[in-house]
Every structure is written in C-alpha cells, then in structure tokens.
C-alpha cells in the first residue's frame, strides 16, 4: 500500500470517526433537551399545584370561618338589640357596648365586613328584600330600612342583609 492510500485511510477513519463523535453529541444534546424540557414541565406542574392549594386551603379556611360566624351573628345582634336599649344603669350599657365592640374588632380582624345597605341600590347577591314601599323621594330600588344586618367574608356572602326597598 503506498503511502498516499494510506494517508487516504487514515483521513477516511479520521471522518468516520468526527462523524460518529458528532452523532453522539447530536444524540447527547438531544438527550440532556429531552430531559431539560422534562425538568421545566414538572417543575411548572409543582408550582400550578402549590398555587392550587394554596386557593384551596384559603377557600376552606373561609368556608369554615364562614360557617363558624353565620351561627354567632344572632348573637352579634342580640348584642347590638341590647346596646339600643334604654337603662337608668350606665354601667350596664358600657359593659354591654364594649362586649359589642369587641366582638365587631374580632369579626373584622378575621376579614368578615358588614354588607352597607341604608341608601344603596338593591342587590339579590348582598341584599333579601322582605318587604317594598312606594316613596317618590327615593330612588328605584334604594334600601330604605335594614331589619338585620349582612355579613360576607371576601365576595362570599356569610349572611343576606334583611331589607326594605323602595319602588
């Protein structure tokens, strides 16, 4: 074989085996691609998960709270039945209207907010209408007296307002 042949040789051996290291770097890179794609995926499927229960823990937690407070509001009104009363002893009404008073601060600190409803326009999601008048004075639908007194934690509604509306 002369020389020339075999320097043909060894450039064909040579490129054979450029060829075979970049086909197994093609094939390595898309390997470790396969795997990053994979490493992303779960890693965005981690955090719609943690988001998820996250909400779902929150709804629960209000959802509870929710149940917990509906079946304390008659006693909240009680309270503030009692605070309008008139009594010769003062004592009596201070203690009562600090009782009240506490016991709005709690509701507050815990996100629970009273639904206004004196002036505002009727809402069938914050507002139950027990009764209707008819006043000129007054706009469509305006509340014009409240019975009892709504409550919602958030956007959900813990308790209707109990309303009279006008026209």
């Given amino acids: 074989m002369s020389e020339r ?3 043909e040789e060894l450039e064909k051996e040579k490129n054979n085996e450029e060829q075979k290291e970049k ?3 093609q094939v390595k890179q898309q ?4 795997l990053t794609d994979r490493h992303k995926r779960i890693l965005a499927e981690f955090e719609n998960h943690k988001k998820r229960s996250q909400k779902e823990r929150e709804g629960l937690y209000n959802s509870i709270l929710g149940d917990i407070v509906e079946v304390i509001l008659p006693i909240l009104d009680n309270l503030e039945n009692a605070a ?4 010769t002893d003062e004592n009596y009404k201070k203690g009562i209207e600090l009782v009240l008073k506490q016991f709005q601060e709690v509701l507050k600190t815990k996100g629970i907010e009273e639904i206004k409803a004196l002036g505002e326009t009727f809402n069938p999601e ?5 009764s209707s008048i008819q006043d ?3 706009g ?6 409240e019975y009892r007194k709504g409550y919602k934690i958030g956007n959900k509604v813990v308790r209707h307002s109990m309303v009279v509306v006008a026209n």
């Fill in 5 to 7: 042949e075999e320097n």
């Fill in 23 to 25: 086909s197994e770097l």
């Fill in 31 to 34: 390997e470790l691609d396969e």
């Fill in 84 to 87: 309008k009363v008139e009594t």
């Fill in 126 to 130: 914050l507002h139950e209408a027990v």
């Fill in 136 to 138: 000129d004075s007054k």
């Fill in 140 to 145: 469509e639908k305006e509340i014009v007296q």
